[in-house]
């Protein structure tokens, strides 16, 4: 792929910019477009451009120009993930966008703002934290079957008109790369409720299984959404040449392999396409795509048949199931998870007053449940419990339908109209939620996208005079703050910096992050720790300073990724280094250069790769001697390329101070 070598930039027209890229033998102009989203009408009094990915930030890969400046941008970094725009006004960052992705060549033949063959890199460029009704959008519908392609598509297939209205048989195409949102001329051969949706090759979906007309399907239909979309032959669905039917299945796709897994559902459904509860299933199944074609095999059973649940991936490939009903029509109260390789578990219960619906999961393995109840509740290792609404929780009502739930990029939640920050060491969380000035849904899709970006689809009213009444618009599209992975530096001496779990057991002060700690058997890493909200890195340099208070107490430093992939090396004292795999399976390595250390100032550097780890102090010369350092396996995290977490953890009754963070990227 050609590289970007030089941006001419002009403000206030953002979709002015221009990148040269330069290739082999000559330099390509590639236009940098603008998706405007909602409240843009002021002019901005700066503009800065950043090139973002696991690097140091500079090296002429940044730019900030005033009004009517024009610039350039060094070559664009072959490891480079993403374009940054911020429209400033003053020191205020007024509006924000982030490219999809780096593919140039996305966008060709696509939007008309280009001329045949010319390349682009699109920004989705809106308020932060705002979410601006899609142009375009059909008639309001919910439960939406709804997917990411691989090509800036996003496709809405079926769903009902409203909470109990007819199944829908439209095909919605929403093109990331132009804005345009249309319904396909040609439609579903019959309504469809309870199906999935997944990507194929190009700009191809298919839709699974499902429910028409009182029968459940054996079968997957190709969709193509490329010129005016085309709907293909259905083809049958079996699993070692037995057919495979499933209707109202948790689907979720797997950040490790890409496979898709299907989990319980029902094989029978009432004439409005409602599953019959004792027709559940505890099946699983696996579904991946080999040369444009659906190929399936058994997943793990579950531990109780389950139709109509959420399930979501961690980074490290462990899932979760929550919500739903078992075979008697009850609500099902247990949490499910299953680590690579493994059986279902159910990790923890939900009291029989609450039906659970929305599922959310943090790095750390903190797993946030909304109840139809309207309260928000927590489960960790090291505890569980209702999220206060007086701080890190919004305030929900009851919902007569499930309200999803979505951890975004930076480790906010989205959940009925609200952002928050669940396990901010912040003296008041509460300052951290953000109410968008529209109407909550249920029964909707929360779908994040390559840009960080999430479409918010369908839905109905949960309460109120208009409850179960379709949601106006039907198609929102949220910009959050750029606060990802990539896209900067947390402020290090604010509370809201960390995700502590269990929440309320850190708390930043003048002195630093204290994180109290609880009593646990030897053997493990610490139940209470705490991480950087939102930053990953591999290459990275990060000093520190460590105390206890408390006998007995032990002070972590921890590196992880997704829930249960973890470093762990316990300092100030007998200095051990445990490594755990995403599996749930313990190990102690032997890498530490001492058998103790008291040293309480320390500096940890990860290679850009991730896999050596060293543990170093300044002795009186200024020069750092190492106490730990760590060659790992190729096994230690299941997406390298993913970057890693950083924190520490508290493991005993008393408590671990943290201060003096400084953090680099290598």
């Known amino acids: 792929m050609p590289r970007p070598q030089a941006a001419l930039l002009s403000l206030p027209v953002i979709a002015a910019l221009v990148v040269a890229l330069a290739s082999c033998a000559e330099e390509l102009p590639v236009r940098v477009l603008a998706l405007r989203g909602c409240e843009l009408d002021q002019t901005f009094s700066g503009l800065r451009v950043q090139v973002v990915g696991d690097f140091p930030a500079g090296g002429g890969q940044a730019l900030l120009l005033g009004p009517d400046e024009a610039g350039s941008l060094a070559e664009l970094r072959e490891d480079a993930q993403g374009l940054t725009v911020e429209g400033l006004f003053g020191a205020s960052v007024s509006a924000v966008g982030r490219s999809y992705g780096v593919d140039v060549g996305l966008a060709r033949g696509r939007a008309d703002a280009l001329e045949d063959g010319q390349a682009a890199l699109v920004v989705y460029f809106s308020p932060p934290d705002t979410a601006c009704a899609a142009e375009g959008a059909p008639t309001g519908r919910s439960e939406v079957a709804i997917a990411e392609g691989r090509r800036g598509d996003v496709l809405l297939a079926g769903g009902r008109a409203g909470l109990d209205g007819p199944a829908i048989d439209e095909l919605v195409h929403v093109d990331l790369l132009t804005g345009e949102v249309r319904v396909l001329e040609q439609r579903l051969p ?62 979720a796709t797997s950040p490790v392999d890409g496979r898709t897994l299907l989990v319980g559902g029902c094989t029978s459904v009432t004439g409005d396409d409602r599953c019959v509860p004792a027709s559940a299933l505890l099946s699983t199944a696996w579904v991946d795509v080999e040369d444009g074609e659906l190929a399936l095999d058994h997943g793990p059973a579950l531990a109780a048949p389950r139709f109509g649940a ?8 462990v899932a979760y199931l929550v919500g739903g009903y078992d075979a008697e029509g009850a609500p099902a109260l247990g949490l499910e998870r299953v680590v690579p390789g493994g059986a279902w578990e159910t990790v923890h219960t939900l009291p029989e007053d609450l039906e659970p619906e929305g599922l ?6 903190l797993v946030l449940i909304s109840t139809l109840e309207g309260t928000l509740r927590y489960w960790s290792p090291g505890g569980s419990g209702v999220l206060s609404s007086d701080a890190w929780a919004p305030a929900l009502g009851p919902s007569v339908a499930p309200r999803p739930m979505l951890a975004l990029p930076g480790e906010r939640v989205i959940a009925d109209g609200w952002l ?53 618009p039907s198609l929102l599209r949220l910009r959050p ?11 290090l001496g604010s509370g809201a910096a960390f995700v502590v779990s269990p929440p309320g057991a850190g708390l ?85 250069a001492a058998q103790s250390s008291s040293a309480s100032s320390l500096v940890l550097e990860i290679d850009d790769e ?10 009186g010369r200024g020069e750092l001697q190492r106490l730990v350092d760590c060659e790992l396996g190729e096994d230690a995290w299941p997406q390298p390329e993913a970057g890693l977490a950083l924190g520490f953890g508290a493991q005993g ?6 201060s003096n963070l400084r953090l680099a990227r290598l």
């Open 420 to 472: 928050f920050a669940p396990g901010s060491a912040a003296a008041d969380p509460s300052d951290e939620r953000v109410r968008f000035e529209l109407p909550g849904r249920a029964d909707a899709a929360l779908l994040p996208l390559l840009d960080g970006s999430v479409l918010i689809a369908g839905g109905v009213h949960g309460s109120g005079e208009a409850v179960g009444e379709v949601v106006e």
């Open 360 to 365: 959310a999961v943090l790095a750390g393995e």
């Open 508 to 592: 930043m002060g003048a002195d630093g992050l204290r994180l109290d700690g609880l009593a646990q058997p030897s053997g493990g890493l610490p139940l209470v720790h705490g991480h950087l909200r939102g930053f990953r890195s591999a290459g990275v340099r990060l000093d520190f300073s460590l105390s206890t208070e408390g006998a007995g107490t032990r002070a972590w430093l921890l590196v992880s990724q997704g829930s249960l992939a973890s470093v762990g090396v316990s300092l100030l004292g007998e200095l051990v280094v445990r490594q755990r795999l995403a599996d749930g399976s313990l190990r102690d390595l032997d890498c530490a």
């Open 190 to 251: 019959a309504a469809r409720v309870g199906a999935a949706l997944l990507p194929l090759v190009g700009r191809r979906f298919a839709l699974i299984s499902g429910a028409e007309s009182g029968a459940v399907f054996s079968s997957w239909t190709p969709i193509e959404v490329a010129g005016e979309g085309q709907v293909g032959e259905a083809r049958g669905l079996a699993i070692h040449g037995e057919p495979m039917a499933t209707a109202y299945a948790a689907s």
């Open 481 to 491: 703050a750029l606060d990802g992975p990539d896209e900067g530096h947390p402020d």
């Open 610 to 619: 991730g896999r050596r780890l060293i543990v170093s102090t300044e002795d």
């Open 653 to 658: 009754t008393g408590s671990v101070r943290v």
């Open 310 to 317: 959420t399930l979501r991936f961690s980074a490290d490939g």
